[in-house]
């Protein structure tokens, strides 16, 4: 399972992704602790999440465009240099009181729409750093170290931040952090690639290629369904539970940010020891 590891640039790649996963959840939470510190309720928390999910979900296509198109190191760096710009900025803002509601969520609409060029790029990355026969033991370990960092050691530190100092040094330890996931990407060599001749020579339009990308999505049942799912699974169970879990925490048990934070890193571990058991079975 750990055979990947062996390989210099994929230790590189999974040590800045580890990074990066422990400041998304560090993110998340210190956004939700920074609109309740600020006096907003369920409605303000709720545009704030919904301006995260519009940027991933406005951006991811021409994210997939762009890791076809563009060298993937580079755009793996562009997108960790906006995520380390936009929390330091978030915090600084927050330090000053120049933070509303709707410049807080426009904030998050940006952090949420470099997600939505890092998940596609990543995914073309790991392809080219591995052989074939390496690639499931490589989803193993995203699917071990997503749920342990973004979900529970992420929230985690983010309550201690938040608990110990304000939600301000939280958002500036995110931005920390992600700093933390774009040094191993300086220190990768570039992604191997199509030639430029070769890439000019069969590459199609922009557009052409967006509308090859819906007609597939149709077309595929299995992945039109898959998505279908995740999109109303995400929409009636996970943003309520986003949105209202930490109102519960604070007005039903009394509790503040460590509270939060536990009960995120529980549902976290949980994920993995339920990852692990599926993949054990298989």
Request: hydrophobic share 55%; proline share 7%.
């Amino acid at each position: 399972p750990l055979r990947p590891i062996r390989h210099r640039e994929y230790r590189l790649l999974i040590a800045s992704g580890s990074a990066s996963l422990l400041a998304d959840g560090l993110w998340l939470v210190a956004l939700v602790w920074q609109v309740i510190g600020s006096g907003g309720g369920p409605s303000d928390l709720s545009v704030v999440a919904a301006a995260t999910s519009l940027g991933l979900v406005v951006a991811v296509l021409m994210g997939g465009v762009a890791a076809d198109r563009f060298p993937k190191r580079a755009v793996l760096l562009g997108v960790e240099a906006v995520r380390t710009a936009v929390p330091v900025a978030t915090g600084v803002l927050a330090l000053a009181g120049g933070l509303q509601v709707w410049s807080l969520a426009a904030l998050a609409f940006v952090v949420g729409a470099a997600g939505g060029f890092y998940y596609p790029t990543w995914s073309a990355v790991v392809p080219a750093l591995l052989p074939a026969d390496e690639l499931l033991a490589a989803n193993g370990i995203e699917g071990m170290l997503r749920p342990l960092a973004q979900q529970a050691a992420g929230p985690a530190l983010a309550g201690l931040l938040v608990a110990v100092f304000s939600p301000q040094v939280a958002l500036l330890g995110a931005g920390v952090v992600y700093l933390g996931a774009l040094l191993p990407l300086l220190a990768m060599r570039p992604v191997p690639g199509p030639t430029t001749q070769s890439r000019d020579a069969a590459e199609p339009s922009i557009r052409r290629q967006l509308a090859e990308v819906f007609a597939y999505l149709f077309r595929t049942g299995w992945l039109f369904a898959t998505l279908a799912f995740a999109i109303l699974y995400v929409l009636v169970v996970m943003g309520p539970i986003e949105v209202l879990l930490p109102f519960a925490v604070r007005d039903r048990v009394g509790a503040g940010p460590a509270a939060l934070s536990l009960v995120l890193a529980a549902y976290g571990v949980g994920c993995a020891v339920g990852a692990l058991l599926v993949s054990a079975t298989r």
